[in-house]
């Protein structure tokens, strides 16, 4: 069955820290992937886009890595602030283009 | 600035009720999507549309229903409101596929 994981629930780390968080995925062959910032109660806000034939993303203090034969993203937000706490959703196309899917999020904690 | 916009903030309907969320962007997006957000399980699809009058059953479509008569609006029917589809509902409009989606603010509807 096709599935997307992210690698925890939640995660905390410490102000000025590197933070990566992981988006797994089965059974899908996605020609892109997104990344999405999620605060409580409000919709989610897109971040960036790597396709598949991209290996790497930057946009100011986020990377993000796309790689197809691990069947993974990562993503890193460098000098993490308490102002980056938030859930980051991982998000892709699914086998027909036409549609998109999330994966389940992952809480950011930055503790000052 | 884009715009997508859901009818209510939040809602509280009866048990057996017919319940209708709306949403409006101004972005001449193609593309309309309607998922429903649940602690634990995450954002899941429930229909998208592609262009007007057309629509798809996403993962979880049974108990609702869509219309897209217009290209800016996009509404999700409940077509008679049970307590397991108190939920967070999320509209979001995409142009091209593979372009960012825009998300609405959301509708917290109760069923009670």
């Known amino acids: 069955s096709q599935k997307i994981e992210q690698n925890s629930e939640a995660l905390n780390i410490q102000e000025g820290k590197t933070a990566t968080l992981t988006c797994n995925y089965t059974n899908y062959s996605p020609a892109y992937l997104q990344w999405y910032r999620q605060d409580p109660g409000r919709g989610p806000v897109f971040l960036l886009l790597i396709r598949e034939n991209e290996k790497e993303k930057r946009k100011e203090r986020l990377k993000v890595t796309f790689d197809t034969t691990l069947k993974q993203s990562l993503f890193h937000i460098t000098a993490s602030q308490p102002a980056d706490s938030a859930t980051y959703l991982c998000?892709?196309?699914?086998?027909?283009?036409?549609?998109?899917?999330f994966g389940p999020g992952t809480r950011l904690s930055v503790l000052p | 600035d884009v715009k997508v916009t859901q009818s209510s903030r939040y809602l509280v309907k009866r048990t057996g009720e017919k319940v209708f969320l709306e949403c409006v962007q101004d972005?001449?997006?193609?593309?309309m999507f309607w998922y429903r957000q649940d602690p634990g399980l995450g954002l899941r699809l429930i229909y998208f549309s592609y262009d007007v009058k057309m629509k798809e059953k996403g993962d979880i479509p049974e108990g609702y229903s869509v219309s897209r008569e217009k290209k800016e609006r996009f509404s999700l029917i409940l077509e008679s409101a049970s307590t397991n589809q108190t939920s967070m509902y999320l509209c979001a409009s995409m142009g091209a596929v593979g372009t960012e989606a825009f998300f609405g603010q959301g509708t917290r509807l109760t069923v009670v």
């Open positions: 972005m001449d997006h193609e593309n």
């Open positions: 998000a892709l196309d699914d086998n027909y283009g036409q549609n998109f899917v």
